[in-house]
């Protein structure tokens, strides 16, 4: 009941009820939020958050699309009629954004916000661009050829505007009163850049944000697809973006021959006169134009659609040709990593070789200066562990023994453990190398042990086997002389001596 002029006022609002309010706005603002980035495949509902600071961060594609103009319709229709345009826009840009792979999550008036993430197969841009082409082809060859016959010769025009990114989403609203308030907030430039360009898009455009275009496949990019770049002003700000009118699906061009095509009926052509001054010639005329329009079109798509194969088959050319080159690349690189490899293998050899050359030195070198302090055992195995030492670098046990430890160092020191080993080390050098070379044992440790062991005719067999190997000098005949004349093979070797002379 309306209060009557005079009559004392009821206030409904009370100081408890701003007090509430403002409880309400300190627990938000006092409460730190709390954001975790969204893994799903599924466009976030009111449901997925709690009334509480938390947020989602979500990467997805924004699609706006509404009516241009839809305020001079209004006011110039019956409201009848512009509900039901209205009705059957929104339910067709729902089911163009849903089977697109997209969800609805804002419908304010004539405007639709659709949202599109990424799954395993298809990116998000890749389906808002879908839902954008569906709903270009939908409104130009589906809404506008029966809302023309349907609702008084009536049609409408739509702008897409469309970004790409992270978008923070959090809940807002409350229960109040036994009913819920609640809705999403897409808070970030992704959803206001979008909304932008929806507005900036031109009547059957769609206009995507250079971000957006940044994220498409390369095969729905320009030079194939025909975008166009642009920068278009509103008020003090400038967008940029791509934009491209009447971007249809390839569908369509299939159902040429559908009600879509050429629709000329006597309402239609009633619509600048009376139906009365129709004639034979405007009807034919209206036809004609109709069809040109219409082969226009189809010629126009069946352009776009060679352009297309013939930049497909340009790619799969160019494809060969870089697998090609991978190819002979991935060869040139197994050859070079054989090379790096043989290399490596060299140098660890080399490596190898330096450093047991360097071990077989320095402990051959010790041993032969530090003979004396060994036990006996302990140089025997020693002397084993050198001699397949030195088969890695090159050196034989002879040499060993020759060069590195000296039969004239090893015979003395051996002889007080095992005179027949001493006797068998004068032997062996006796039957590998001329007398008087590096190495020869000493001629007193030779009596000494020849004597001891009781091989002097051994002893001398060896000796004419060493000069029959070995042709003696004079200086070698003299040496050998003075050890058989104390060995008592003085009468024997002075025959054989002179003919070894003669």
Same mark, same amino acid.
């Given at each position: 009941?309306?209060?009557?002029?005079?009559?004392? /006022?009821?206030?409904?609002?009370?100081?408890?009820?701003?007090?509430?309010?403002?409880?309400?706005?300190?627990?938000?603002?006092?409460?730190?939020?709390?954001?975790?980035?969204?893994?799903?495949?599924?466009?976030?509902?009111?449901?997925?958050?709690?009334?509480?600071?938390?947020?989602?961060?979500?990467?997805?594609?924004?699609?706006?699309?509404?009516?241009?103009?839809?305020?001079?319709?209004?006011?110039?229709?019956?409201?009848?009629?512009?509900?039901?345009?209205?009705?059957?826009?929104?339910?067709?840009?729902?089911?163009?954004?849903?089977?697109?792979?997209?969800?609805?999550?804002?419908?304010?008036?004539?405007?639709?916000?659709?949202?599109?993430?990424?799954?395993?197969?298809?990116?998000?841009?890749?389906?808002?661009?879908?839902?954008?082409?569906?709903?270009?082809?939908?409104?130009?060859?589906?809404?506008?050829?029966?809302?023309?016959?349907?609702?008084?010769?009536?049609?409408?025009?739509?702008?897409?505007?469309?970004?790409?990114?992270?978008v923070l989403l959090t809940q807002v609203?409350? /229960?109040?009163?036994?009913?819920?308030?609640?809705?999403?907030?897409?808070?970030?430039?992704?959803?206001?850049?979008?909304?932008?360009?929806?507005?900036?898009?031109?009547?059957?455009?769609?206009?995507?944000?250079?971000?957006?275009?940044?994220?498409?496949?390369?095969?729905?990019?320009?030079?194939?697809?025909?975008?166009?770049?642009?920068?278009?002003?509103?008020?003090?700000?400038?967008?940029?973006?791509?934009?491209?009118?009447?971007?249809?699906?390839?569908?369509?061009?299939?159902?040429?021959?559908?009600?879509?095509?050429?629709?000329?009926?006597?309402?239609?052509?009633?619509?600048?006169?009376? /139906?009365?001054?129709?004639?034979?010639s405007d009807i034919i005329n209206s036809?004609?134009?109709?069809?040109?329009?219409?082969?226009?079109?189809?010629?126009?798509?069946?352009?776009?659609?060679?352009?297309?194969?013939?930049?497909?088959?340009?790619?799969?050319?160019?494809?060969?040709?870089?697998? /090609?080159?991978?190819?002979?690349?991935?060869?040139?690189?197994?050859?070079?990593?054989?090379?790096?490899?043989?290399?490596?293998?060299?140098?660890?050899?080399?490596?190898?070789?330096?450093?047991?050359?360097?071990?077989?030195?320095?402990?051959?070198?010790?041993?032969?200066?530090?003979?004396?302090?060994?036990?006996?055992?302990?140089?025997?195995?020693?002397?084993?562990?050198?001699?397949?030492?030195?088969?890695?670098?090159?050196?034989?046990?002879?040499?060993?023994?020759?060069?590195?430890?000296?039969?004239?160092?090893?015979?003395?020191?051996?002889?007080?453990?095992?005179?027949?080993?001493?006797?068998?080390?004068?032997?062996?050098?006796?039957?590998?190398?001329?007398?008087?070379?590096?190495?020869?044992?000493?001629?007193?440790?030779?009596?000494?042990?020849?004597?001891?062991?009781?091989?002097?005719?051994?002893?001398?067999?060896?000796?004419?086997?060493?000069?029959?190997?070995?042709?003696?000098?004079?200086?070698?005949?003299?040496?050998?002389?003075?050890?058989?004349?104390?060995?008592?093979?003085?009468?024997?070797?002075?025959?054989?001596?002179?003919?070894?002379?003669?």
């Amino acid at each position: 009941m309306i209060q009557e002029a005079g009559a004392e /006022k009821v206030n409904t609002f009370t100081k408890e009820d701003l007090e509430e309010i403002s409880g309400k706005i300190t627990e938000v603002l006092d409460t730190p939020m709390e954001v975790e980035d969204y893994v799903g495949d599924v466009v976030p509902s009111v449901d997925d958050l709690d009334d509480s600071n938390e947020g989602l961060l979500v990467e997805c594609a924004i699609l706006f699309v509404d009516i241009r103009g839809s305020t001079t319709l209004s006011d110039t229709s019956w409201a009848k009629s512009m509900a039901k345009i209205y009705r059957a826009f929104v339910r067709a840009m729902v089911l163009c954004v849903y089977k697109s792979g997209g969800h609805v999550r804002q419908i304010v008036g004539d405007r639709v916000m659709g949202v599109f993430v990424n799954d395993e197969e298809k990116k998000a841009t890749e389906k808002a661009l879908e839902a954008a082409r569906a709903i270009v082809t939908t409104i130009d060859y589906y809404f506008n050829p029966r809302c023309r016959t349907k609702v008084n010769g009536k049609e409408i025009q739509c702008g897409v505007g469309i970004d790409f990114g992270k978008v923070l989403l959090t809940q807002v609203g409350m /229960k109040a009163q036994e009913e819920e308030a609640k809705d999403l907030v897409w808070a970030g430039k992704i959803a206001n850049m979008a909304s932008k360009h929806t507005d900036l898009a031109e009547p059957g455009e769609i206009f995507i944000t250079k971000r957006f275009y940044d994220g498409l496949p390369a095969y729905l990019k320009a030079g194939e697809m025909d975008w166009k770049s642009i920068i278009r002003l509103k008020g003090s700000s400038f967008f940029e973006g791509f934009v491209k009118q009447n971007f249809y699906l390839d569908c369509v061009i299939e159902d040429s021959n559908s009600e879509s095509t050429v629709e000329i009926t006597k309402d239609a052509l009633s619509l600048n006169g009376s /139906k009365d001054d129709l004639n034979t010639s405007d009807i034919i005329n209206s036809i004609v134009q109709g069809t040109q329009k219409q082969t226009e079109k189809l010629l126009d798509r069946f352009e776009s659609v060679v352009r297309r194969e013939v930049v497909l088959e340009d790619r799969e050319k160019k494809l060969q040709n870089k697998c /090609k080159e991978v190819a002979i690349k991935e060869q040139n690189l197994l050859k070079k990593q054989e090379s790096l490899e043989l290399l490596k293998s060299s140098i660890s050899s080399e490596i190898e070789f330096k450093k047991n050359q360097v071990e077989f030195n320095l402990r051959a070198e010790f041993l032969s200066n530090n003979l004396d302090t060994f036990k006996f055992e302990d140089t025997l195995e020693e002397i084993k562990n050198l001699i397949s030492l030195g088969e890695k670098v090159g050196i034989t046990a002879l040499e060993l023994k020759r060069r590195k430890l000296y039969y004239w160092r090893l015979v003395p020191y051996i002889k007080k453990y095992n005179l027949y080993l001493a006797f068998s080390l004068i032997e062996e050098n006796l039957t590998e190398f001329p007398i008087d070379t590096v190495g020869m044992p000493w001629d007193s440790d030779i009596i000494d042990v020849v004597r001891r062991t009781n091989q002097k005719s051994e002893f001398y067999d060896l000796i004419k086997q060493n000069f029959k190997k070995f042709p003696p000098n004079a200086s070698v005949l003299n040496r050998v002389r003075n050890i058989l004349v104390q060995l008592g093979f003085q009468d024997r070797f002075e025959s054989y001596e002179q003919r070894f002379i003669e």
